[in-house]
């Protein structure tokens, strides 16, 4: 048996009695065609290494088995487990690791290679898994992943409009953020009560040293928390208005039309004050 000959997906489920569970944000994404074009918006193929979170029964999975990665894939939920052996037995480029993607060590499942990350990431654990990749000691090669359309606005997001925040400014200081599709809430099942979209992001090569990436995430955090305050106020505890000047802002300014740039010369500005 070949991963073309496999059967439905929809017949598989249905087989082995199995629905998505609210609890751990599932939402099934079974159409192949949006699958496979997922896989080529990820640009991996033959011997790429992949790691995949919360492949479910393997819909996802299928499709970047089919371009001869290395797929290793992590899953919480043990009704799973069946079904991706099953899909083991047909395809020798599929690894399965039963574990919390958010303990995982990414590194040790690359047996320390560059490995992509393309997932339809569960609704409930998608941006702290984010904020794992992209602050954490490992790098990605690249992250493509779908997350609610809210979050993926939110990463993209540019300065000065309202889904820009803490999220946007990480996300874009570490990597070149791009929204790459959009995915409708019927292309799911079951359906959730909102659109869904594909982020990519690629590592930049001047991502923030690791003391600078924590003192700006100290610093969006601070901000952000009190988005509607001045800097100088919201601030106030780690420099106030000293702080901001000495990075060439606007102690008037609110943290919304700060730009990353911006973020970073106050974190460098901190960091100078230590």
Known sequence: MTLDDLPPLRDVLADHGLMAKKSFGQHFLLDLNITRKIARLAQVGDGDRVIEVGPGPGGLT???????????????????????????????????????????????????????????????????????????????????????????????????TSAYGRLGVIAQATCQAQLVMDVPARAFTPPPKIDSAVVRLVPRPDRPAPDRLDALQKLTAAAFG?????????LKPLGGEDLIRAAGLDPQARAEVVDVDGF??????WLARR
């Open 62 to 160: 299928r499709a970047l088995l089919e371009t001869g990665a290395r797929v290793t894939v992590v899953e919480k939920d043990e009704r799973f487990r069946p079904l991706l052996e099953e899909l083991g037995t047909v395809a020798s480029n599929l690894t399965l690791v039963m574990a919390d993607a958010l303990e995982a060590d990414e590194a040790a499942l690359a047996d320390g290679a560059p490995a992509h990350l393309v997932s339809n990431l569960p609704y409930n654990v998608g941006t702290p898994l984010l904020i794992k990749w992209l602050t954490g000691p490992w790098r990605p090669a690249s992250l493509t992943l779908m997350f609610q359309k809210e979050v993926a606005d939110r990463i993209v997001a540019r300065p000065d």
């Open 226 to 234: 009190q988005r509607r305050k001045m800097l100088r106020a919201s």
């Open 264 to 269: 970073l010369r106050l974190a460098d500005a």
